[in-house]
């Protein structure tokens, strides 16, 4: 069966607005890399969402799109998330 996944805990800082977008290397330079949160991992039958309303807009599960997923029977067959602001 898919794998259960629980949402982590409050971070200390916001994934959407205390991440940076742009990877940089050892010297700050700009990669041309992208950092993205990861809110739906490939294989799941859950969705999570960033939670721009929550305290450091943390993650949490969102119990109707997991229903709709587990209805719909098949796992996400890609990972699924947003890139920070």
């Known amino acids: 069966g898919a794998r259960r996944y629980v949402a982590p805990s409050p971070p200390e800082h ?11 290397d050892w010297m700050d330079w700009d990669t041309g890399l992208f950092r993205y949160v990861n809110e739906m ?9 960033v939670q721009p309303h929550h305290e450091k ?15 719909f029977g ?5 990972n699924y ?5």
């Open 81 to 85: 998330g947003c890139l920070p602001q």
């Open 57 to 71: 807009n943390a993650i949490s599960e969102d119990p109707k799109g997991s229903d709709r997923l587990a209805a």
């Open 14 to 24: 916001s994934y959407w607005h205390q991440v940076d977008l742009h990877v940089r």
């Open 74 to 78: 098949r796992p996400v067959p890609f």
């Open 41 to 49: 991992p490939r294989g799941s039958l859950q969705k999570f969402e």
